[in-house]
């Protein structure tokens, strides 16, 4: 089968598609915390969400948008004790061969590539993970937030609620 290499692709996403960039978030965490155990003391245990973020976002709404790539954040709840997650880190892997096309002509990937980011945000005890991601939209505290609240979010994980826009 020939797979189409072009810089985006119109197909639509699934929960099925969400799912798999939910385990491949889950298998980058795993990695990480397994080589920075002391991070993962706190942070494996105190993830608020995971949403699809940026253009592959909007495109799961609209299907106009198309996808280059897909963003994938991890967001934990901040605590003042614990030092933040690492705010710049960003892990790059393959979604591998798919329905989705390959991604353009970057030979590294044999599918679309698939961003994995983290950040720590203000949360507070008892709040649904939903108004605290909200928050940190609004706040435009970092660039990231800014970015972020450009476009939409969409729900990985809880896997309970995959597919629920939460921004805008």
């Not at 385990?23 to 699809?52: M, Q, S, T, W």
């Not at 044999?110 to 994995?116: E, T």
């Not at 940190?136 to 990985?156: D, G, H, R």
Request: include cysteine; aromatic fraction near 14%; hydrophobic fraction near 35%.
């Amino acid at each position: 089968m020939d797979r189409v290499i072009s810089n985006r692709s119109y197909v639509q996403i699934s929960k099925n598609d969400l799912k798999l960039l939910g385990k491949l978030a889950e298998y980058d965490r795993e990695d990480f915390f397994r080589r920075y155990p002391e991070r993962g003391i706190y942070y494996k245990n105190n993830i608020l969400c995971v949403v699809l973020c940026q253009g592959a976002s909007l495109h799961y709404i609209d299907g106009r948008n198309g996808i280059k790539d897909f963003d994938v954040w991890t967001f934990y709840k901040k605590d003042p004790a614990v030092k933040q997650f690492p705010p710049r880190r960003l892990i790059s892997v393959d979604f591998g061969p798919s329905k989705f096309g390959k991604q353009g002509q970057d030979s590294r990937y044999l599918g679309r590539k698939v961003d994995l980011l983290g950040r720590s945000i203000e949360w507070e005890k008892g709040e649904k993970y939903d108004f605290s991601l909200k928050r940190y939209f609004i706040s435009k505290s970092t660039k990231s937030a800014q970015l972020l609240a450009k476009k939409a979010s969409i729900v990985i994980e809880p896997y309970q609620d995959i597919g629920k826009i939460i921004w805008p």
